[in-house]
């Protein structure tokens, strides 16, 4: 059964950090697509980054250069390192399996969410 | 960038059909996704690729794309059925998935 376990979330000061970390099991996250998907408080999903199955990232550019997202195959977890934190980015974080064909991509498992509360 | 439109709000009676429209730029050349998200709950898949459905989602789910819309159709609308819906879709362009801003689903 394909388990996705996001931890790491919490209240933290304007330009503060956090890591957030995403175990998971029943698959191995090298060999897909992995995925960060926000959601403010009362608003939609927003796509926050992915990391390719050969190691590329892509960001959203609200989060380039402050965030980064790696993988660490030993212990299976995905991770967001957080930077220069800023109240919009106040929201649940979701990690998200992703797949991938010629045309499109898409979310087929996900996490319960960890809640990052950024504090003016 | 590559925007797609959603209604904020769509209403159906128990037994009819709902249609969850998505609006964006010659959407029917891509591939669209669509996520049920209940309140309180993590989004799940329930129509990804060229309308397929994962493993456990009724075939009361379908859709279809052309044009400028694709389009979620929920048949036979349960109370259960009442939730957020998104859709979703990979912008080559930027390397980016793209989610609409969601409708959500009310069982008069």
């Known amino acids: 059964e394909v388990q996705l376990v996001e931890s790491g979330g919490g209240l933290v000061h304007r330009g503060g950090s956090l890591r957030l970390s995403c175990a998971a099991s029943g698959f191995t996250v090298t060999t897909y697509y992995m995925s960060w998907v926000r959601q403010a408080p009362g608003k939609g999903l927003e796509w926050v980054s992915i990391?390719?199955?050969?190691?590329?990232?892509y960001y959203t550019d609200s989060v380039r250069g402050r965030f980064t997202t790696s993988k660490d195959t030993s212990k299976n977890t995905l991770y967001l390192q957080m930077n220069d934190l800023r109240a919009e980015d106040t929201a649940l974080y979701y990690c998200?399996?992703?797949?991938?064909?010629?045309?499109?991509?898409?979310?087929?498992?996900w996490g319960q969410g960890t809640l990052v509360t950024v504090s003016s | 960038s590559y925007a797609l439109t959603q209604p904020p709000s769509v209403s159906v009676a128990p037994g009819q059909t709902a249609n969850i429209m998505c609006g964006g730029d010659?959407?029917?050349?891509?591939?669209v996704s669509w996520y049920q998200q209940r309140p309180g709950r993590a989004p799940l898949l329930v129509i990804y690729?060229?309308?397929d459905r994962p493993s456990g989602i009724p075939e009361r789910f379908s859709a279809s794309n052309s044009g400028n819309t694709a389009t979620l159709t929920i048949n036979r609308v349960e109370a259960g059925d009442e939730a957020d819906y998104y859709c979703?879709?990979?912008?080559?362009?930027?390397?980016?998935?793209?989610f609409g801003g969601g409708t959500q689903l009310t069982v008069l």
């Open positions: 990391v390719y199955a050969d190691g590329r990232i």
């Open positions: 979703q879709i990979w912008d080559r362009g930027s390397e980016k998935p793209v």
């Open positions: 010659n959407i029917g050349k891509k591939g």
């Open positions: 998200a399996r992703t797949v991938n064909n010629w045309n499109s991509n898409w979310f087929d498992s």
């Open positions: 690729g060229d309308g």
